[in-house]
């Protein structure tokens, strides 16, 4: 294969310094106290390289310089997991996200569990579980005459090894799910009122249609185990309990798990019940899916002028090349457990996203929030859904569907047939590569390395802020940033120049502004979306209660909030 460009300059495409440092940090590949990467152009070439290889001798050249000429001016971005370890000798997946097997109720299940999932963290992969499965504390263990200890305390275990885990990719994460039914249910939804407990971990209560039905109509909810009732409580005094607690601890997060499952392009053969770390990722045991990012913001001529445009041809183009991207992903990385691989090849879950939305409104003179700005972000999403499924049908054609792919079923979910009339065609015709094919993924240091554009579908934080930054050695350090937006504002007008009215940040938001612009994306994405409702410190309790019911009526999939507090403190500060 010959070598791709190498840039003559040193990082010419750093605007930042933060983004530089980012990329030194995160994603420039040293080995044995060498410097393989010299320049962010030489790490994308060594990421196009490796995800080329799995193509024919006649189509690798070709391939590798798709993908590299896709990544120049930070127009895709490939999950940290693949930047980092693409065409690397380290030993980790470039999987993000992960959900491990279903744990069953006992010692042995529960430490073989721990076991597999320190080793997928340790090769850098996020994890989520659920605990649902794990009998209640108080219950009776047979044979041995005593009561269990309960899901919460098999949590503490996970959370204390997630702990020791610190690999070049920095700690484990962890996701913890349990149902709104479960016995126990009330002290995992008020875990996080001890600010030294369950710190590796997010938590999310599965919340499901039945639950909200009762809370609407103030009727009772039973908690349930083996199919007994073991308490009955109002299931508005829970529902204020998740409310109160959140309020005051930023979690628990809901997930609508119903619709999750009734959403699910794959529901035909599994039932979901957790999600990766961020949340973003709903995934079946022992289910993956690799992530990228198309950059909004890098797609947007003209901006902050009258002709501003985004170049809708350009996206669907790089759409292509991502889900040929991804899904070559599912062949080179290396996974920590066979059962992690076989979902992988049988399933082949992709997730494409995009990033720097905020930023792209602000450059074509909407404001974040607005009518205006929910229907580009759905018209966006669309027309990345479409491309991404077309892709994803040729791909089929070129290597057949994905192992467990049942035309029948898949062709008559309703995300399905409100597919483009070409794209549903070409999807009866040929089939489908992917299982699942869009995500939005959090990209807070991805997001970073391109030049701090806005992080997924998240509002503009800031026009400048300062970061608190984790170093490679574990010392804490704080840089200021400057938003992208403003930053070519200010390249085009001059710093003395004010920004456009329309440029809104998260601080001018109403939470229904937030659940607008999550739900007018939910509509066009196969999986789910990481996206946090940002409040005011000093938002009234009776304002902050509805948020989660507003986004269940919205459509969303779930929801989480973020109010500064005393126990979470704040990672962004003006």
């Known amino acids: 294969m010959y070598d791709l460009p190498r840039s003559a300059h040193q990082n010419a495409g750093f605007e930042q310094p933060l983004a530089e440092q980012i990329w030194r940090q995160k994603y420039q590949y040293h080995s044995q106290n060498e410097v393989i990467d010299d320049t962010v152009e030489d790490t994308w070439a060594r990421v196009a390289k490796a995800l080329a290889a799995t193509e024919t001798p006649a189509q690798c050249d ?24 693409a065409g690397t000798k380290r030993r980790v997946t470039l999987a993000n996200t992960f959900v491990m097997r279903t744990i069953p109720d006992s010692v042995t299940g529960i430490m073989d569990t721990l076991k597999d999932a320190a080793l997928t963290m340790q090769m850098g992969g996020g994890v989520g579980f659920d605990f649902s499965t794990i009998r209640p504390s108080g219950t009776p263990v047979h044979g041995l005459d005593c009561p269990a200890a309960g899901p919460l305390s ?107 499952n009734a959403a699910n392009p794959l529901r035909y053969m599994e039932t979901i019940a957790a999600t990766n770390s961020c949340a973003e990722q709903p995934l079946p045991p022992n289910g993956t899916c690799p992530l990228a990012s198309i950059n909004l913001a890098r797609l947007v001529s003209a901006p902050f002028t009258k002709n501003a445009r985004i170049d809708l041809g350009e996206m669907r183009s790089l759409v292509g090349v991502v889900v040929r991207m991804l899904d070559n992903v599912l062949d080179v990385s290396r996974f920590a457990l066979e059962e992690q691989w076989n979902q992988a090849q049988n399933q082949r879950r992709i997730g494409i996203g995009v990033t720097g939305v905020a930023d792209a409104i602000a450059m074509l003179g909407a404001k974040y929030g607005s009518p205006k700005a929910v229907f580009l972000l759905s018209s966006w999403m669309q027309t990345i859904q479409n491309a991404a499924y077309l892709a994803s049908a040729h791909l089929a054609k070129e290597r057949g569907t ?25 999807v009866k015709r040929y089939g489908l590569r992917n299982g699942t094919l869009t995500t939005i993924a959090p990209t807070g240091t991805t997001s ?6 806005s992080s ?9 802020f300062t970061r608190k930054i984790t170093n490679a050695d574990g010392t804490k350090s704080t840089e200021r940033v400057m938003d992208y937006a403003a930053w070519r504002h200010i390249q085009m007008f001059g ?64 929801c989480t909030t973020y109010r500064p507090n005393d126990v979470t403190g704040s990672v962004l500060s003006i």
């Not at 000429?69 to 940290?80: E, I, K, S, T």
């Not at 997924?456 to 400048?464: A, L, M, N």
Request: glycine share 6%; proline share 4%.
């Open 62 to 85: 070709e391939i590798a310089q798709a993908f590299f000429d896709a990544m120049q001016d930070f127009r895709v971005l490939p999950g940290g997991r693949i930047l980092s370890g």
């Open 495 to 558: 710093a003395d120049a004010p920004l456009p009215d329309n440029f809104t940040t998260a601080a001018d938001l109403s939470p229904s502004d937030h659940v607008a612009m999550q739900a007018a994306a939910q509509k066009w994405v196969d999986s789910g979306i990481s996206k946090t409702v940002n409040c005011p410190e000093d938002i009234p309790f009776q304002a902050f209660k509805t948020i989660y019911r507003d986004a269940y009526d919205a459509g969303c999939k779930g």
């Open 402 to 426: 994905f192992a467990s792919y049942n035309a029948a079923h898949h062709l008559e979910l309703p995300s399905i047939q409100a597919l483009d009339a070409d794209v549903l065609d070409a």
């Open 154 to 260: 098999a949590m503490d275990i996970f959370d204390t090894t997630c702990k020791m885990l610190v690999t070049g990719m920095g700690r484990g994460a962890m996701m913890a799910t349990m149902r709104c039914d479960h016995p126990d249910i009330e002290a995992f939804v008020m875990a996080k009122s001890d600010r030294t407990r369950f710190r590796n971990f997010n938590l999310s209560v599965m919340v499901t249609d039945a639950f909200m039905e009762a809370v609407r109509e103030g009727r009772d909810w039973h908690l349930i185990w083996s199919g007994q009732v073991m308490r009955t409580l109002k299931a508005t005094d829970l529902w204020n309990a998740i409310m109160k607690q959140t309020y005051g601890a930023a979690e628990p997060g809901v997930l609508f798990i119903d619709r999750i």
């Open 456 to 464: 997924g579908i998240e509002p503009i934080f800031s026009t400048s």
């Open 448 to 453: 970073m390395f391109a030049g701090n554009v």
